[in-house]
């Protein structure tokens, strides 16, 4: 049994390159103004996701065959996903009669949060983190059991709860 305090355990970390865009175009309430230039702005971003789990009050190595089984809970996102300003580029397009240029690359900046957060969500982002993550989780486990007395005897296998298995 592997007692915790609680907190969080940040087990994986990923960088990536990011890109999308966001456009804006006149809103006519009786005519149909779908025809006019719209306004597009186009947002690279190097984003760097964090996951995490929470560390429960225990946690239990359940003996199967020749090694332990570790239930823990399912990969967390850490939000607000974090973004390197610095090297932000936003690129903006438009035509003569097209909405104002400032308004939309607000726009854009503003959805940047929500969208890295939906991204940082997705199965296969997960899915990506999911190995390095149960090398942490691994790791934490036999340095605590170390840190016990107890020398792992048996190699630790890590089950995400709610996670797809890969």
């Known amino acids: 049994m592997i007692r915790t305090p609680g907190g969080l355990l940040e087990v994986s970390a990923m960088e990536k390159v990011e890109e999308f865009g966001w456009h804006t175009s006149w809103e006519c309430p009786l005519v149909d103004c779908s025809k006019l230039p719209k306004t597009f702005s186009k947002v690279r971003v190097k984003a760097h996701y964090i996951y995490q789990i929470p ?6 190595l359940e003996p199967a065959g020749d090694h332990y089984n570790l239930k823990v809970p399912a990969l967390q996102l850490r939000r607000p996903v974090a973004f390197d300003t610095a090297t932000m580029e936003i690129e903006t397009t438009r035509g003569v009669f097209s909405p104002a240029a400032a308004p939309n690359r607000e726009n854009a900046i503003r959805h940047i949060g ?21 090398k942490t989780v691994r790791e934490f486990a036999q340095k605590w059991m170390i840190e016990q007395g107890k020398k792992p005897t048996r190699r630790i296998t890590v089950l995400f709860t709610g996670a797809n298995p890969l």
């Open 55 to 60: 560390l429960a009050a225990e946690w239990r």
């Open 114 to 134: 929500p969208e890295l957060a939906q991204r940082g969500e997705a199965a296969t982002y997960k899915d990506a983190q999911q190995r390095p993550a149960e």
